[in-house]
């Protein structure tokens, strides 16, 4: 059932080298890096402030809650 992703997590080199066989015909448009940027930033930016605010907060609560 799973034995495409098995192999592919076992043999590395050959999944990258039809990874890269793939996207031989594929073309990027102009405007196509700033909307992954875009993406990327829309996705990760949230994750970290919750992380850096989880972290904030434990630091808060144990040394800086009783001044």
Known sequence: MFLKKVRR???VERAE????KRMED????KSDRPA???AA???FVPALLLVI?????????FFFRYF
Not at 26 to 29: A, D, K, Q, Y
Not at 53 to 61: E, N
């Open 53 to 61: 605010g989880v972290f904030g907060l434990a630091l808060w609560a």
């Open 26 to 29: 594929v073309t990027l448009e």
């Open 36 to 38: 992954m940027i875009i």
């Open 17 to 20: 080298e039809e990874f890269e």
């Open 9 to 11: 997590v076992l043999d």
């Open 41 to 43: 930033l829309i996705v």
